[in-house]
């Protein structure tokens, strides 16, 4: 079975700097991408970036480039998202989600989400 | 680099069939047939329903159905049911080799 299990929720303090990760099971983690995608409280899905987990490349969205790093262990099945300066607006739920190859294709299994709360 | 436009509402009648559409531009959905459609439900986790415009994955009800004409995807529920009732995002690859979703819609069945 196809598992991608994230990380636990986190409380942090505007300035503090947070890692999530994503363990994939159940499939042969380095021939599928992982995308990681916010949710900001009652708000929509935006798509942040994904990482090839085989050589690390990744690929970020502009909005988020410079504010955000994924990385990978492909040793341990595992993918990161790290944020860092944490402001009151990073609050929100950060799901993890593979693709095949290319973001051409669709985000078929989706981690469980990890909460993230930074009080203002 | 703007969100697709989705209706934030539409809603129908138990049985009845809704068409949420998925407006972008020449740069996504009119320039590639990559679009993904997600369903989630409050406080769950988002699902694959369509891909590749028009696909269904293996276990998704064929009630569901995608379709694209110029830069405007759509979504299409037939003979809907309670358990439709949930929020739907449209996603589209774009040319600068990124992700795009749409800004969501919430079904209501009335």
């Known amino acids: 079975e196809v598992q991608l299990v994230q990380s636990g929720a986190e409380v942090k303090k505007p300035g503090e700097s947070l890692t999530i990760s994503c363990k994939g099971s159940?499939?042969?983690?380095?021939?599928?991408?992982i995308s990681w995608v916010r949710q900001m409280p009652g708000k929509g899905l935006e798509w942040m970036g994904n990482i090839d987990p085989s050589n690390s490349y990744t690929n970020y969205s502009p909005s988020f480039q410079g504010h955000v790093t994924i990385s990978a262990d492909k040793s341990i099945s595992a993918v990161y998202l790290h944020l860092s300066s944490l402001k009151a607006a990073d609050s929100a739920i950060y799901y993890c989600a593979r693709h095949r190859r290319w973001l051409q294709n669709p985000l078929d299994y989706w981690g469980q989400g990890t909460p993230v709360t930074v009080p203002s | 680099q703007s969100a697709l436009t989705q209706p934030a509402s539409v809603s129908g009648s138990p049985g009845q069939s809704i068409t949420i559409s998925c407006t972008g531009t020449s740069n996504d959905i009119g320039d590639y047939d990559y679009v993904s459609w997600y369903q989630q439900h409050p406080g769950k986790t988002p699902q694959l329903i369509i891909y590749?415009?028009?696909s269904r994955p293996s276990g998704v009800s064929n009630r569901f159905s995608g379709s694209k004409s110029g830069n405007t995807a759509s979504l299409t529920i037939s003979g809907l049911q309670a358990e439709d009732e949930a929020d739907y995002y449209c996603t589209s690859f774009t040319n600068t080799k990124t992700l795009i979703f749409g800004g969501g819609t919430k079904l209501t069945v009335l």
């Open positions: 159940g499939y042969s983690f380095p021939t599928y991408w």
């Open positions: 590749d415009v028009k």
